[in-house]
């Protein structure tokens, strides 16, 4: 178990979530984190690329 909420923080962090960050913004900050893993989980392309041009 304690492995799985260390993998978890960890992709959060590559997701953009800084725990030692400033916490006026914790709740969104996270969420926003938790919702870009999730994106790229489902098989979303990490922010800020593009298929354009793909065939």
Avoid: W
């Avoid at 800084?18 to 392309?45: F, H, K, L």
Wanted: glycine share 10%; aromatic share 4%; charged share 20%.
């Amino acid at each position: 178990m304690k492995e799985q909420v260390r993998q978890e923080l960890v992709e959060l962090e590559r997701a953009g979530y800084n725990p030692q960050g400033p916490q006026e913004n914790y709740p969104t900050d996270i969420i926003a984190a938790s919702a870009q893993r999730a994106s790229q989980a489902v098989g979303g392309m990490p922010s800020g690329t593009s298929m354009s041009g793909q065939r």
